[in-house]
């Protein structure tokens, strides 16, 4: 049967009294506190688990009603439908909640922030003493078994990878020492991105720029192989300085997780146990399919729906799990322009709020019928293709829903509507209005124009194409690892999912060579991210030979698969190699484009990184300096990272209170963007801390390594190279200051990292080796130091050359020692080798 608004009111008031009242039995309190029986039976089979889903009927859609036990909805009560969700999970441990004060790892809690249906969220303070750190921990319900731990502890080292500007980070996790699992995030101090707006009164263009960063960093995660599956206005703040944080990005996975390992048993008319909030959730997450990149793009057209018209497509306060059902996977949504003209409730009916068309409007600074006119045609389009029911027939990604907003603020063609020849002229006319009146050829142009977009509407219409089989291809994976499309009770990693695609791409995208690349190329760059080099190698290998091959590949992205192989290849510490890619890319990129097109800075970047660690310092300076001078001649912010990277090659050179400059710089824009801990911090206090240290400034470069190292650890996996790093540069400053104790473990850690990830053969290693030979002098074990220098000095004069500070370090480590064990001789050759590079450099 269904069940009316007003029942469903009432029926949850009575639930709510009963799980206050008496959480672990409110069957116990039922009959004092409900006179109704019918109203008490009805309440009663919520509460009795055989009986959950009776009040269904067998279509599909009053089938996936059963999914809303434990939904967190924006409209219903949050504590209500955690409550349900408890009820009817089978004995979950209840949230007694953390009393201020308390210490979870490294942190303090000071208080409760907000509570949920499936967790509770604190503000906590680091409190170790090593660095300042404000971050919200997130504590969700007792975990059933250790299967379900071992899940959770998989998915937060996912989730802690992913590093984007817009997306607030997962810095740690663990478990209390009741069981309860938690995660330490990035806390943001920010408004709801529809709040935010609304009290802004930003314009139309301006929601849908700040939607595009939205949309940006969705798609950055899903080039990562995570999905949102709960995007809302409440997990996307944007802080004051109108930056924009997702929050809870992949959460949603890691709760549904354990959810459905914990509900294994349930009957088989159960279709699983989702987390999502119903007013964004898109038809398939409602009926309990599997969950893919699309399900993410729907929700990113509810989202620009609200922020451009001010309501949700459907209304769905006050309703029964079966209208809601109905609604959202049978409905179509009104139209944008139309639902603006609208008057609308809001809240319960009782309270008579409504918001009018004049409401909407001026918040956006606009008459109504001026906001109806904006948005009808492309804007009505745009939306209502993100909000199709049936995932394949949406914009396949998140990039490709921000690209159509990019065309029609640009006023071209957006791919939302048919493509014909007079919709696209009128699309002409109203970028040039002006020049197509006043000239006599406007009709020679217009001719002229419909010749050029029928070769780029075929353009456009392969890359759709290619774009979408790439899509399906990605989707696919995340169809494998979802046990409720396979009907296995495990998950995969997101390792085991990349593995599965490496082995799949020949047979499931045979006949398709350019969608074959792209995929390749994805996920090289996945395993390259990963540390796992060979097999990034051999991706990008086999995706780079099939894009020369192909007439039909596009210049950008021929130069996209150089550059990503190049980037693998000078993490190995082949340089000539990704040299020589990244100089490929380049040509082609200004060959095609032009040396300022944006096109052109990864390329750029990538060379100057290589030869800065070349020992080719003046060459890599003028390159970023290239950088900065192409994003300036194209309105764009000289990023955090080109003042990061443009330090370490000044540093290089000596000009260490301008590298100085440049770091702090990039230290304050990389805070600003990504708060006070990321991996792109790290990165930068570490760099920092070494041209302090060349700078002899070692209080200083003793403080920035500690801290690169510290948050490093917690960011990064044990193993990770740039930990290897951290303990390499901190130990080779503590064996200058005398400190050889703390030295060694840390120089015997990096060397074995280092050894995991590199080759036999990488000067990384025999760097490292030498580090640890001057620690073993200090040690007295000098004879025992001389071998690894030796091989650091010759490796170092042969990559560098002998003008690098890296072969002087290690010439002079090496003649100190020659001196020590009385081979004054051979302490002299060393210095002379040095000397005459010195000479050498000179001449040159």
Same mark, same amino acid.
């Given at each position: 049967?269904?069940?009316s608004?007003?029942?469903?009111?009432?029926?949850?008031?009575?639930?709510?009294?009963?799980?206050?009242?008496?959480?672990?039995?409110?069957?116990?309190?039922?009959?004092?506190?409900?006179?109704?029986?019918?109203?008490?039976?009805?309440?009663?089979?919520?509460?009795?688990?055989?009986?959950?889903?009776?009040?269904?009927?067998?279509?599909?859609?009053?089938?996936?009603?059963?999914?809303?036990?434990?939904?967190?909805?924006?409209?219903?009560?949050?504590?209500?439908?955690?409550? #349900?969700? /408890?009820?009817?999970?089978?004995?979950?441990?209840?949230?007694?909640? #953390?009393?201020?004060?308390?210490?979870?790892?490294?942190?303090?809690?000071?208080?409760?922030?907000?509570?949920?249906?499936?967790?509770?969220?604190?503000?906590?303070?680091r409190?170790?003493?090593?660095?300042?750190?404000?971050?919200?921990?997130?504590?969700?319900?007792?975990?059933?078994?250790?299967?379900?731990?071992?899940?959770?502890?998989?998915?937060?080292?996912?989730?802690?990878?992913?590093?984007?500007?817009?997306?607030?980070?997962?810095?740690?996790?663990?478990?209390?020492?009741?069981?309860?699992?938690?995660?330490?995030?990035?806390?943001?101090?920010?408004?709801?991105?529809?709040?935010?707006?609304?009290?802004?009164?930003?314009?139309?263009?301006e929601?849908?720029?700040?939607?595009?960063?939205?949309?940006?960093?969705?798609?950055?995660?899903?080039?990562?192989?995570?999905?949102?599956?709960?995007?809302?206005?409440?997990?996307i703040?944007?802080?004051?300085?109108g930056?924009?944080?997702l929050?809870?990005?992949?959460?949603?996975?890691?709760?549904?997780?354990?959810?459905?390992?914990?509900?294994?048993?349930?009957?088989?008319?159960?279709?699983?146990?989702?987390?999502?909030?119903?007013?964004?959730?898109?038809?398939?997450?409602?009926?309990? $399919?599997?969950?893919?990149?699309?399900?993410?793009?729907?929700?990113?057209?509810?989202?620009?729906?609200?922020?451009?018209?001010?309501?949700?497509?459907?209304?769905?306060?006050?309703? /029964?799990?079966?209208?809601?059902?109905?609604?959202?996977?049978?409905?179509?949504?009104?139209?944008?322009?139309?639902?603006?003209?609208e008057?609308?409730?809001?809240?319960?009916?009782?309270?008579?709020?409504?918001?009018?068309?004049?409401?909407?409007?001026?918040?956006?600074?606009?008459?109504?019928?001026?906001?109806?006119?904006?948005? %009808?045609?492309?804007?009505?389009? #745009?939306?209502?293709?993100?909000?199709?029911?049936?995932?394949?027939?949406?914009?396949?990604?998140?990039?490709?829903?921000?690209?159509?907003?990019?065309?029609?603020?640009?006023?071209?063609?957006?791919?939302?509507?048919?493509?014909?020849?007079?919709?696209?002229? $009128?699309?002409?006319?109203?970028?040039?209005?002006?020049?197509?009146?006043? +000239?006599g050829?406007?009709?020679?142009?217009?001719?002229?124009?419909?010749?050029?977009?029928?070769?780029?509407?075929?353009? #456009?219409?392969?890359?759709?194409?290619?774009?979408e089989?790439?899509?399906?291809?990605?989707?696919?994976?995340?169809?494998? =690892?979802?046990?409720?499309t396979?009907?296995?009770?495990?998950?995969?990693?997101?390792?085991?999912?990349?593995?599965?695609?490496?082995?799949?791409?020949?047979?499931d995208?045979?006949?398709?060579?350019?969608?074959?690349? $792209?995929?390749?190329?994805?996920?090289?760059?996945?395993?390259? +991210?990963?540390?796992?080099?060979?097999?990034?190698?051999?991706?990008?290998?086999?995706?780079?030979?099939?894009?020369h091959?192909?007439?039909?590949?596009? *210049?950008?992205?021929?130069?996209?698969?150089?550059?990503?192989?190049?980037?693998s290849?000078?993490?190995?510490?082949?340089?000539?190699?990704?040299? =020589?890619?990244?100089? !490929?890319?380049?040509?082609?990129?200004?060959?095609?484009?032009?040396?300022?097109?944006?096109?052109t800075? *990864?390329?750029?970047?990538?060379?100057?990184?290589?030869?800065?660690?070349?020992?080719?310092?003046?060459?890599?300076? =003028?390159?970023?300096?290239?950088?900065?001078?192409?994003?300036r001649?194209?309105?764009?912010?000289?990023?955090?990272?080109?003042?990061?990277?443009?330090?370490?090659?000044?540093q290089?050179?000596?000009?260490?209170?301008?590298?100085?400059?440049?770091?702090?710089?990039?230290?304050?824009?990389?805070?600003?963007?990504?708060?006070?801990?990321?991996?792109?911090?790290?990165?930068?206090?570490?760099?920092?801390?070494?041209?302090?240290?060349?700078?002899? =400034?070692?209080?200083?470069?003793?403080?920035?390594?500690?801290?690169?190292? $510290?948050?490093?650890?917690?960011?990064?996996?044990?193993?990770?190279?740039?930990?290897?790093?951290?303990?390499?540069r901190?130990?080779?400053?503590?064996?200058?200051?005398?400190?050889?104790?703390?030295?060694?473990?840390?120089?015997?850690?990096?060397?074995?990292?280092?050894?995991?990830?590199? *080759?036999?053969?990488?000067?990384?290693?025999?760097?490292?080796?030498?580090?640890?030979?001057?620690?073993?002098? !200090?040690?007295?074990?000098?004879?025992?130091?001389?071998?690894?220098?030796?091989?650091?000095?010759?490796?170092?004069?042969?990559?560098?050359?002998?003008?690098?500070? %890296?072969? %002087?370090?290690?010439?002079?480590?090496?003649?100190?020692?020659?001196?020590?064990?009385?081979?004054?001789?051979?302490?002299?050759?060393?210095?002379?080798?040095?000397?005459?590079?010195?000479?050498?450099?000179?001449?040159?």
């Amino acid at each position: 049967m269904n069940i009316s608004s007003e029942r469903w009111s009432e029926i949850s008031d009575v639930l709510d009294e009963a799980l206050d009242r008496a959480p672990d039995d409110p069957l116990s309190v039922l009959d004092d506190i409900c006179s109704d029986p019918d109203l008490r039976e009805a309440v009663r089979s919520f509460l009795e688990e055989d009986d959950t889903i009776g009040f269904l009927e067998a279509d599909a859609a009053a089938h996936a009603a059963d999914l809303f036990e434990g939904v967190d909805t924006a409209e219903w009560s949050n504590e209500l439908a955690g409550d #349900i969700a /408890s009820a009817l999970g089978g004995g979950a441990e209840p949230d007694d909640g #953390i009393e201020p004060g308390t210490r979870l790892g490294p942190f303090r809690v000071e208080g409760e922030v907000g509570r949920g249906g499936m967790s509770t969220v604190y503000h906590a303070r680091r409190d170790d003493g090593t660095f300042q750190q404000n971050v919200a921990i997130k504590l969700m319900r007792q975990l059933p078994d250790r299967h379900s731990v071992e899940r959770f502890r998989a998915e937060r080292q996912i989730l802690a990878s992913l590093d984007h500007p817009n997306v607030a980070r997962v810095f740690d996790g663990g478990t209390t020492d009741d069981g309860r699992p938690y995660l330490v995030m990035e806390y943001v101090e920010g408004r709801p991105i529809t709040t935010y707006c609304d009290e802004n009164e930003l314009s139309i263009n301006e929601r849908i720029d700040l939607f595009q960063t939205v949309a940006q960093a969705v798609q950055h995660a899903h080039q990562n192989l995570i999905v949102h599956r709960d995007l809302k206005p409440n997990n996307i703040l944007v802080t004051p300085d109108g930056t924009v944080k997702l929050l809870d990005f992949g959460i949603a996975k890691v709760l549904d997780s354990s959810a459905h390992h914990d509900r294994m048993n349930l009957p088989s008319t159960r279709t699983g146990f989702h987390l999502m909030t119903p007013e964004y959730a898109a038809p398939e997450q409602v009926k309990g $399919e599997s969950i893919t990149t699309a399900t993410d793009v729907y929700a990113l057209g509810v989202l620009l729906y609200e922020l451009l018209t001010g309501h949700r497509p459907y209304q769905l306060q006050q309703r /029964s799990p079966y209208e809601i059902v109905q609604a959202v996977c049978e409905a179509d949504p009104t139209r944008p322009s139309t639902v603006v003209l609208e008057t609308k409730e809001v809240g319960p009916p009782s309270s008579g709020e409504q918001i009018t068309p004049d409401d909407v409007s001026s918040r956006r600074n606009l008459e109504p019928a001026e906001l109806r006119r904006r948005l %009808r045609g492309d804007l009505d389009a #745009i939306i209502l293709r993100a909000l199709r029911k049936a995932p394949a027939d949406r914009y396949r990604t998140a990039d490709a829903l921000a690209e159509d907003l990019h065309r029609f603020r640009n006023s071209q063609p957006v791919e939302a509507r048919t493509g014909t020849l007079r919709y696209r002229v $009128e699309k002409l006319i109203q970028r040039n209005r002006s020049a197509v009146i006043a +000239s006599g050829l406007g009709v020679l142009l217009l001719i002229g124009y419909a010749l050029t977009v029928t070769y780029q509407a075929r353009q #456009i219409a392969a890359e759709r194409d290619k774009s979408e089989a790439v899509t399906s291809f990605i989707v696919s994976l995340f169809q494998a =690892s979802d046990p409720f499309t396979t009907g296995s009770s495990e998950r995969m990693t997101v390792r085991e999912v990349v593995d599965r695609g490496a082995t799949r791409i020949r047979s499931d995208l045979a006949g398709q060579p350019l969608v074959q690349a $792209e995929v390749e190329t994805v996920i090289g760059n996945v395993y390259a +991210s990963m540390g796992r080099y060979p097999e990034a190698d051999s991706m990008l290998v086999e995706a780079l030979a099939t894009r020369h091959q192909n007439p039909d590949v596009l *210049p950008h992205e021929l130069a996209a698969t150089e550059n990503s192989l190049g980037r693998s290849l000078f993490r190995q510490g082949r340089y000539e190699e990704a040299d =020589s890619l990244h100089q !490929q890319a380049l040509d082609r990129l200004v060959r095609e484009y032009g040396k300022n097109d944006p096109r052109t800075i *990864p390329a750029r970047a990538g060379r100057a990184l290589v030869n800065s660690e070349w020992g080719n310092h003046a060459l890599a300076e =003028s390159l970023y300096r290239q950088n900065m001078e192409v994003r300036r001649k194209n309105d764009m912010e000289v990023s955090a990272t080109t003042y990061h990277n443009m330090a370490s090659a000044i540093q290089m050179q000596g000009r260490f209170e301008e590298a100085i400059q440049n770091h702090l710089t990039s230290i304050e824009k990389y805070r600003k963007q990504e708060g006070d801990v990321s991996v792109a911090l790290a990165n930068a206090f570490t760099r920092t801390a070494l041209t302090y240290h060349r700078a002899d =400034s070692l209080d200083k470069a003793e403080m920035y390594y500690r801290k690169g190292l $510290e948050m490093r650890r917690e960011l990064l996996s044990s193993n990770h190279p740039h930990i290897a790093s951290s303990n390499v540069r901190l130990s080779w400053l503590l064996a200058e200051r005398g400190k050889t104790e703390e030295a060694e473990p840390l120089i015997n850690e990096g060397i074995d990292i280092l050894r995991s990830v590199l *080759p036999s053969d990488h000067w990384q290693i025999t760097a490292a080796e030498g580090i640890r030979g001057i620690i073993w002098a !200090q040690q007295g074990r000098v004879r025992e130091a001389v071998p690894p220098l030796q091989k650091s000095f010759r490796v170092m004069n042969q990559r560098f050359g002998a003008e690098d500070w %890296r072969t %002087r370090a290690a010439g002079d480590a090496l003649s100190r020692i020659y001196m020590a064990i009385g081979q004054r001789q051979a302490a002299q050759q060393v210095q002379a080798a040095l000397q005459q590079g010195n000479r050498s450099n000179a001449d040159g």
